[in-house]
């Protein structure tokens, strides 16, 4: 083989993202956070950021963030990250600055704290990582967690009379002037995943160019407390939560699509 074919080949070889960190990772098996938290990674090499770039993880599943990747990650209270990211990104306006949040964590405790960032348009990136269900606190029911799921809070299915129905929080956000980017992703499958990777990109070129606030939904499984193995969860994600959160670029450019 020339020289040339195998600098070429090597060009497609798959390697370890340089931003996420060699510890093992504690999710359960299935969980969708460690695909995030690779595509994460791999958007930070791509785009050359990880030295400047400050994460954000509150209370959830995720909050041992700073063990997997290897960028500079403020913990803050449950709830609070859109805060503190507009605090950092304030104090810090060339920092790329992202908040990573489950759904419990940002469309529960947090919603006054994601609204109000979203409403003034602050210059980070949110990523939100939707598993209908608290994850980490034992299988409640979160804001999102679909009509008639079973959780341990609603163990004969969440009662849209009595409980409300399903948050949708793009929608939600999208009814806003200044947000720059939405959209919503699911982890269903390979081509899923590559859509995850594509929004990512999108949303931290926004920030980088100083567009404004970017917000990216991603439907995930979470076999454990959607009462299935790891492959039915891919199913529940792409047949269930795809119907309830439908999964589409909701606005770009500053402008609803």
């Not at 993202?17 to 093992?24: C, G, H, K, N, V």
């Not at 595509?39 to 993880?57: F, N, P, R, S, Y």
């Amino acid at each position: 083989m020339s020289e040339s074919s195998e600098s070429s080949n090597r060009k497609w070889l798959y390697r370890k993202p340089r931003a996420l960190s060699d510890t093992p990772m504690h999710y359960c098996p299935g969980c969708g956070h460690a695909i995030v938290h690779k595509l994460l990674a791999e958007v930070i090499d791509q785009l050359d950021i990880q030295e400047e770039t400050v994460g954000v993880a509150p209370v959830g599943c995720a909050v041992l963030a700073y063990f997997y990747i290897r960028c500079d990650i403020s913990e803050a209270a449950h709830g609070r990250a859109g805060a503190v990211a507009t605090g950092i990104k304030r104090v810090l306006p060339g920092r790329i600055v992202f908040a990573y949040q489950g759904d419990g964590d940002l469309a529960a405790i947090g919603m006054g704290e994601t609204i109000h960032a979203a409403n003034r348009g602050e210059n980070i990136t949110v990523i939100f990582v939707n598993n209908a269900v608290y994850g980490m606190t034992g299988g409640q029911m979160a804001p999102t967690t679909l009509s008639g799921q079973k959780t341990v809070t609603c163990p004969q299915g969440r009662d849209p009379e009595t409980m409300g129905p399903p948050i949708r929080m793009c929608e939600l956000i999208n009814t806003l002037d200044r947000p720059y980017y939405i959209a919503r992703v699911a982890l269903d499958g390979p081509a899923g995943v590559r859509r995850a990777r594509k929004a990512l990109t999108t949303a931290f070129k926004a920030q980088i160019e100083g567009r404004g606030y970017s917000f990216v939904e991603i439907l995930s499984p979470c076999p454990i407390y959607q009462r299935c193995k790891p492959v039915e969860a891919l199913k529940f994600v792409r047949e269930r939560m795809a119907a309830e959160f439908p999964v589409r670029v909701f606005r770009a450019d500053g402008k609803s699509t």
